[in-house]
């Protein structure tokens, strides 16, 4: 597996929304009951999730938050970016029914410790076979990107010894972001590489979007 030739797609799209904006848009999502979703997480990374959530679906949920209006535009301006920028094919934006609002707060190990979503070939969470997984596309969006060489970012490293292996920064795949950064894990870098977020200097806010298979 090696760093040469993992293929990570990436764009960048022209107009972001400022971090005022991004308070206001986790406010926007909201329970069916009108009331707004609790962010989960812990004081390094708050989660904002809509779609269909993980948790829901571990318990056998199928109910379907929907996304604020500005969730759905900006998925369909990084489709838009991937496919004129990296000449990427890409379902349509209604497949990508998942979506996590992730702020990362300063911290110096590994925020979102390394991890392979669920696939097609591994449907498995907790340690469970589960009757749905994780499509094969996954797109991230960076909407605040925490700049200079000691930001926080995306690393992927390969599995040692067929297990998550401990980060490396040195031997990680970084991808190099600022506000707008666009990329796609698919194929190798999806199913294969662990991917999570280093700690930085100051705060990450991005956008993670999958689509949902049932089984
Ligand atoms: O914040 C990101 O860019 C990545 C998030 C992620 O990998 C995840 O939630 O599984």
């Given at each position: 597996m090696?760093?040469?030739?993992?293929?990570?797609?990436?764009?960048?799209?022209?107009?972001?929304?400022?971090a005022?904006?991004?308070?206001?848009?986790?406010d926007?999502?909201?329970?069916?009951?009108?009331?707004?979703?609790t962010p989960?997480?812990?004081?390094?990374?708050?989660?904002?999730?809509?779609?269909?959530?993980?948790?829901?679906?571990?318990?056998?949920?199928?109910?379907?938050?929907?996304?604020?209006?500005?969730?759905?535009?900006i998925?369909?301006?990084?489709?838009?970016?991937?496919t004129?920028?990296?000449?990427?094919?890409?379902?349509?934006?209604d497949n990508?029914?998942?979506?996590?609002?992730?702020?990362?707060?300063?911290?110096?190990?590994?925020?979102?410790?390394?991890?392979?979503?669920?696939?097609?070939?591994?449907?498995?969470?907790?340690g469970?076979?589960?009757?749905?997984?994780?499509?094969?596309?996954?797109?991230?969006?960076?909407?605040?990107?925490d700049?200079?060489?000691k930001?926080?970012?995306?690393?992927?490293?390969?599995?040692?010894?067929?297990?998550?292996?401990a980060?490396n920064?040195?031997?990680?795949?970084?991808?190099?972001?600022?506000d707008?950064?666009?990329?796609?894990?698919?194929?190798d870098?999806?199913?294969k590489?662990?991917?999570?977020?280093k700690?930085?200097?100051?705060?990450?806010?991005?956008?993670?979007?999958?689509?949902?298979?049932?089984?």
């Amino acid at each position: 597996m090696s760093k040469n030739t993992l293929h990570i797609p990436t764009a960048k799209l022209d107009k972001i929304f400022n971090a005022q904006s991004l308070i206001a848009l986790s406010d926007q999502i909201i329970n069916s009951d009108g009331s707004p979703i609790t962010p989960v997480g812990t004081k390094a990374r708050k989660v904002w999730e809509s779609g269909y959530r993980f948790e829901d679906m571990l318990k056998g949920e199928r109910n379907f938050i929907s996304f604020p209006k500005i969730i759905t535009d900006i998925c369909q301006k990084a489709i838009s970016a991937l496919t004129s920028q990296s000449g990427e094919n890409i379902p349509s934006v209604d497949n990508f029914t998942n979506c996590i609002i992730s702020q990362y707060n300063k911290g110096s190990n590994g925020i979102l410790k390394y991890h392979i979503d669920m696939n097609k070939d591994h449907p498995y969470a907790r340690g469970e076979l589960r009757d749905f997984h994780w499509g094969e596309h996954i797109i991230g969006v960076v909407l605040h990107a925490d700049l200079g060489k000691k930001g926080a970012r995306l690393c992927l490293q390969p599995p040692e010894n067929g297990r998550s292996p401990a980060f490396n920064y040195r031997a990680a795949i970084q991808i190099p972001e600022e506000d707008g950064t666009v990329f796609l894990l698919k194929g190798d870098a999806r199913n294969k590489w662990f991917h999570g977020v280093k700690g930085g200097k100051g705060n990450r806010l991005s956008l993670t979007y999958r689509s949902v298979e049932f089984l």
